[in-house]
């Protein structure tokens, strides 16, 4: 090889590598870019779901603190058939329907909760129970009930976390 050749070369390969690095680095940035927009889909999904979780659990708490407040407006009732007592009877069971439609949600969206959905799941069906007992016995502990939509809160708060993939 003459030095004119090894010259020339050394200029072609001079010229290449940054041409190479560019078009490694335009590969890496494409394949970056790709898995950044995965990762980005994936998280709106997840987002959107635990939205829909958290909002279906603040409309579970509304119909049981609704529900409380009608049982508690029917106890003290004189006579819970007069019409004011019907008029209440009747919400109570629009709201039995309710409860269980948002608790079948709850049940529905705690799937991308694995960890801590099952507390949640748990502690609805807890204060449903608690529920259709006072109703039953027209008497109850409304503090138990109070501790037991806390314990659910705290469930919901622990499972909506997980459901973004934020730590505690």
């Known amino acids: 090889m003459t ?35 995965e990762v980005a889909r994936q998280s709106d999904f997840h987002k959107k779901w635990a939205d829909a979780f958290f909002e279906t659990c603040q409309q579970f708490m509304r119909s049981m603190e609704r529900y409380r407040a009608l049982l508690n407006q029917l106890q003290a009732l004189p006579n819970p058939n007069n019409p004011v007592g019907t008029e209440y009877q009747n919400e109570l069971n629009v709201l039995n329907v309710s409860l269980s439609e ?23 069906q807890k204060s449903i ?29 622990t499972a909506h976390a997980e459901m973004l993939g934020v730590n505690k």
Do not use: C, H, Y
């Not at 030095?3 to 394949?31: H, M, Q, W």
């Not at 608790?103 to 748990?122: D, H, Q, W």
């Open 3 to 37: 030095s004119e050749t090894i010259e020339l070369l050394k200029l072609a390969v001079g010229v290449a590598t940054p041409v190479v690095v560019a078009v490694i680095g335009l590969a890496v940035f494409r394949r970056f870019e790709g898995v950044k927009a």
């Open 102 to 124: 948002l608790e079948l949600r709850i049940r529905r969206s705690v799937v991308f909760a694995p960890n801590e959905g099952p507390k949640v799941k748990a502690a609805s």
């Open 129 to 157: 129970a608690m529920l259709k007992q006072m109703v039953t016995d027209m008497q109850g502990s409304f503090d138990a009930l109070f501790a037991e939509m806390d314990s659910f809160n705290k469930a919901v708060k």
